[in-house]
């Protein structure tokens, strides 16, 4: 009798597709990502590194770095508190309304940022009832920090949140319960136990809403009044000098946004690196 061969399918894919594969990723990611930097690299050093340091050192261009920095470093940490709070609140009490709160957090993600900062100009602004109200009592909303600072928040709100909640719905749900039943308080169950396993995720999450802060554009651009020097972030120093065909600056203020993105980048991949070798130890 016929010996039948057991079916062994050869899954290894071939020396030509893997080739094409790869020389595609690399064209993709040379013409999207590669050129455009390099292009904005050369043209900031248009001039020489001494013209690029002196348009740097420039007074709005020192203003505009600091306001998107003080935003970020205010709004950022807000958000984590305010997403680990709701996350809690929503994986341990029985919260009512939970699917409506979900989507209310998927707003930022879902309605346009120049609408949002449209919404807070009807909301806040001089002409509206709560807008001047507060203008009345020496509170200045639109066209001042704390208008930029509102719209940061509301575009890096569901970051934490979105990224915690499967997390605060793991396993580690019996070793609360047990530890509850033992007498420990809530506080000492976040620290002991919680905190530990989300503490990944709430780092990934808070990088990625710091990288959305200091790249915000659309609703910022609203509620500021780009007044530069004073209400223009980076982002819209960035735009206010090209327009005004400053494109020497306009690159090197470029390249300045850049390096903080690429430093967020960076402080990701160590993250994800050193969180792979917890995991293998």
Request: net charge positive; charged share 15%.
């Amino acid at each position: 009798m016929k010996k039948v061969k057991p079916f062994s399918p050869n899954t290894a894919d071939a020396p030509w597709l893997k080739a094409c594969l790869i020389a595609f990723a690399v064209i993709v990611v040379g013409v999207i990502v590669v050129l455009p930097f390099a292009s904005v690299i050369a043209q900031a050093f248009s001039e020489g590194p001494g013209v690029y340091l002196t348009l740097l050192r420039s007074s709005d261009m020192q203003v505009a770095v600091m306001l998107s920095l003080k935003l970020a470093a205010i709004a950022v940490p807000l958000n984590a508190v305010f997403g680990v709070l709701l996350v809690w609140g929503m994986t341990h009490t029985q919260l009512p309304c939970r699917r409506f709160i979900m989507a209310l957090l998927d707003l930022p993600f879902s309605v346009s940022p120049v609408v949002v900062g449209l919404l807070f100009i009807m909301l806040l602004g001089k002409n509206a009832p709560l807008g001047g109200w507060l203008e009345e009592h020496g509170v200045q909303v639109i066209f001042a920090f704390p208008g930029l600072l509102l719209a940061t928040i509301f575009v890096t709100l569901p970051f934490v949140a979105r990224e915690l909640l499967p997390l605060m719905e793991g396993q580690y749900r019996q070793e609360e319960e047990a530890a509850r039943l033992l007498g420990a308080g809530w506080w000492r169950i976040f620290l002991k136990i919680t905190l530990p396993e989300i503490k990944w995720g709430l780092l990934f999450s808070i990088i990625l809403s710091l990288a959305r802060a200091l790249g915000e554009y659309g609703a910022v651009a609203v509620v500021s009044g780009n007044i530069r020097g004073k209400t223009n972030t980076l982002p819209l120093h960035i735009e206010a000098l090209f327009n005004d065909y400053e494109l020497t600056a306009a690159n090197a203020a470029a390249t300045l946004l850049a390096l903080l993105g690429v430093i967020t980048l960076v402080v990701r991949i160590v993250a994800e690196l050193k969180k792979k070798v917890n995991n293998e130890h």
